[in-house]
T-cell receptor, first 113, second 117 residues
Framework: GAVVSQHPSRVICKSGTSVKIECRSL??????MFWYRQFPKQSLMLMAT?????????EQGVEKDKFLINHASLTLSTLTVTSAHPEDSSFYIC?????????FGQGTRLTVV | AQTVTQSQPEMSVQEAETVTLSCTYD???????LFWYKQPPSRQMILVIR??????QNATENRFSVNFQKAAKSFSLKISDSQLGDAAMYFC??????????????FGKGTHLIIQP
């Protein structure tokens, strides 16, 4: 199956700093990638859709200025959590569609202290 | 808007037995895809099985099979000969075909499957 790689797998940052998470499709081109957030013992919630060469589409309630998304190439999307606060601590997962399949990165556990 | 409902927060089954996880969904679309994903403690999302709505035949992958009832909007997962490695969170997911690959998946809340040795 298709491979999606996400880095870093874990990151701890200080409150007020920014953190960048990368999502790469390794063996296919992805014009669209997706960013999800998962709280402990809960489901995945779609945050935003990342579109190569254009602006991301954010789900209702997701702060655009807090979660900056850049999709500069057909194989790379980045999510930057700006001015992180403890409430941003969560598990973030990226995904890319190929055909009617959906492939997921390994996820990033963000802890803001 | 489409919704996916998993009514069983937790299920427990004896090793080697069979278990069925339930999933219902709501949509006005006629063409769509349905998925079951497994999320072990590592939290990596692993595709278990997928079904195209236009196909009447139920999908099967080794010990995993689905019972897809389009009219009832039901998509249950049957795990036969349960193994300890099957213990995980299982998520049912939906995406409409009309999005052309531009839509993210909608997930149910998940079912925590426990395998009793």
């Amino acid at each position: 199956g298709a491979v999606v790689s996400q880095h870093p797998s874990r990151v701890i940052c200080k409150s007020g700093t920014s953190v960048k998470i990368e999502c790469r499709s390794l063996d296919f081109q992805a014009t669209t990638m997706f960013w999800y957030r998962q709280f402990p013992k809960q489901s995945l919630m779609l945050m935003a859709t990342s579109n190569e060469g254009s602006k991301a589409t954010y789900e209702q309630g997701v702060e655009k200025d807090k979660f900056l998304i850049n999709h500069a190439s057909l194989t790379l999307s980045t999510l930057t959590v700006t001015s992180a606060h403890p409430e941003d601590s969560s598990f973030y997962i990226c995904s890319a569609r190929l055909g009617f399949g959906a492939f997921f990165g390994q996820g990033t556990r963000l802890t803001v202290v | 808007a489409q919704t996916v409902t998993q009514s069983q927060p937790e299920m427990s089954v004896q090793e080697a037995e069979t278990v069925t996880l339930s999933c219902t969904y709501d949509t006005s679309e006629s063409d769509y895809y349905l998925f079951w994903y497994k999320q072990p403690p590592s939290r990596q999302m692993i595709l278990v099985i997928r079904q195209e709505a236009y196909k009447q035949q139920n999908a099967t992958e080794n010990r995993f099979s689905v019972n897809f009832q389009k009219a009832a909007k039901s998509f249950s997962l049957k795990i036969s000969d349960s193994q300890l490695g099957d213990a995980a969170m299982y998520f049912c997911a939906y995406v409409a075909y009309s999005g052309g690959g531009a839509d993210g998946l909608t997930f149910g809340k998940g079912t925590h499957l426990i395998i009793q040795p």
